[in-house]
């Protein structure tokens, strides 16, 4: 059974940065996808960033600001997230695609405020 425990969300102010982390347990291995959602009060989830060993992709609204990187080894998923706004505030989910299946962390909130 593999569990995705995640780390790193707090109260911050605009402009501040977070790095958020998501590590892997269980059989874990040949991991295709790893990503970070999110999600605000009333609106959908939406996808944040996804990495794979030849691709990273990033919604529009945290391009230039927010990075996603991997540690295989571990296996551990990281989003540096720099220059936050108010609307960044979310509750953030870590996924993995391992052997065709999503799993996702239980979630941990980010909170941009004055």
């Known amino acids: 059974q593999v569990q995705l425990v995640e780390s790193g969300g707090d109260l911050v102010q605009p402009g501040d940065s977070l790095r958020l982390s998501c590590a892997a347990s269980?059989?874990?291995?040949?991991?295709?996808?790893m990503g970070w959602y999110r999600q605000a009060p009333g609106k959908p989830r939406e996808s944040v960033a996804t990495i794979t060993d030849s691709t990273t992709i990033y919604a529009d609204s945290v391009k230039d600001r927010f990075t996603i990187s991997r540690d295989n080894a571990n296996p551990t998923t990281y989003l540096q997230m720099d220059g936050l706004k108010p609307e960044d505030t979310a509750v953030y989910y870590c996924?993995?695609?391992?052997?065709?299946?999503?799993?996702w962390g239980q979630g941990t909130q980010v909170t941009v405020s004055s």
């Open positions: 269980g059989n874990s291995f040949s991991i295709n996808m």
């Open positions: 996924t993995m695609v391992i052997a065709g299946r999503y799993y």
